[in-house]
T-cell receptor, first 116, second 109 residues
C-alpha cells in the first residue's frame, strides 16, 4: 500500500544500546522529518531531510543520527539510548519543495520507544 | 519563528459548532497558518491551511482577520469522533514548522 510506514511500532531497549527506527514512504516526497512526542506534549522536530543525502538539524537533534541514502527511506538512529529518549517518534514526509506555501505533512503511525 | 498560543483544552457537545482560536502576534509576511488534528496513538493529520480571509474545505473553516495576528479554526456540528488535539502552526517553510502543545478538544454526547 502507498503511504508512509514506520518500524518497529514498539521497541523496548536498555540504556546505552543502539536503536534504529525505520521510516519508508512510497510517494517520492522530497522532504522527510523525524519528530518526537513526549507524553502530554506537542511534537518536537529532531531532524529533517530535503532530499537524498541532504539532512539538517531540527530543535532537538542531540543524541540522534539520521541518513538518507535513498529518497524513500529516512532511518533515525539513537547511537547510545538514554532514558530521556523514551518517547513516541513520528516520521513525516511532504510534497513541499521550497515553494511559496507551507506544504502538507503526512505522518506515519509512530514508533513507541521505551528506554529502560 | 512565529510563536502561537492556543487554549489548552475545550469541551463541547455533539452537534455544536466549535471555534478554536490561535494567537500569533508576530506572524511574518510570508507565513502560512496551518491546522493539524491528532487522535490518540496516531500521527497528526492536516486539516486546513490559509494565508488570509477565509478558507473552507469539507472538514473545517479557517478564519483569518486582516491583521493576521490570530486565526480561528471552525468545526461545524462536531461529533464524538472529533475528540482530538488540534495544533495551530505558523510558518513559511515546512521545515521550520513548530508544533506547540495544541488544544485538546473533548466532545461529549
Amino acid at each position: 500500500d502507498a503511504g508512509i510506514t514506520q518500524s518497529p511500532r514498539y521497541k523496548i531497549t536498555e540504556t546505552g544500546r543502539q536503536v534504529t527506527l525505520m521510516c519508508h514512504q512510497t510517494w517520492s516526497h522530497s522532504y522527510m522529518f523525524w519528530y518526537r512526542q513526549d507524553l502530554g506534549h506537542g511534537l518536537r522536530l529532531i531532524y529533517y531531510s530535503a532530499a537524498a543525502d541532504i539532512t539538517d538539524k531540527g530543535e532537538v537533534p542531540d543524541g540522534y543520527v539520521v541518513s538518507r541514502s535513498k529518497t524513500e527511506n529516512f532511518p533515525l538512529t539513537l547511537e547510545s539510548a538514554t532514558r530521556s529518549q523514551t518517547s513516541v517518534y513520528f516520521c513525516a514526509s511532504s510534497l513541499w519543495t521550497g515553494g511559496d506555501s507551507s506544504g502538507e505533512l503526512f505522518f506515519g503511525e509512530g514508533s513507541r520507544l521505551t528506554v529502560l | 519563528l512565529a510563536k502561537t498560543t492556543q487554549p489548552i483544552s475545550m469541551d463541547s457537545y455533539e452537534g455544536q459548532e466549535v471555534n478554536i482560536t490561535c494567537s500569533h502576534n508576530n506572524i511574518a509576511t510570508n507565513d502560512y497558518i496551518t491546522w493539524y488534528q491528532q487522535f490518540p496513538s496516531q500521527g497528526p493529520r492536516f486539516i486546513i491551511q490559509g494565508y488570509k480571509t477565509k478558507v473552507t474545505n469539507e472538514v473545517a473553516s479557517l478564519f483569518i482577520p486582516a491583521d493576521r495576528k490570530s486565526s480561528t479554526l471552525s468545526l461545524p456540528r462536531v461529533s464524538l469522533s472529533d475528540t482530538a488535539v488540534y495544533y495551530c502552526l505558523v510558518g513559511e517553510n515546512t521545515d521550520k514548522l513548530i508544533f506547540g502543545t495544541g488544544t485538546r478538544l473533548q466532545v461529549f454526547p
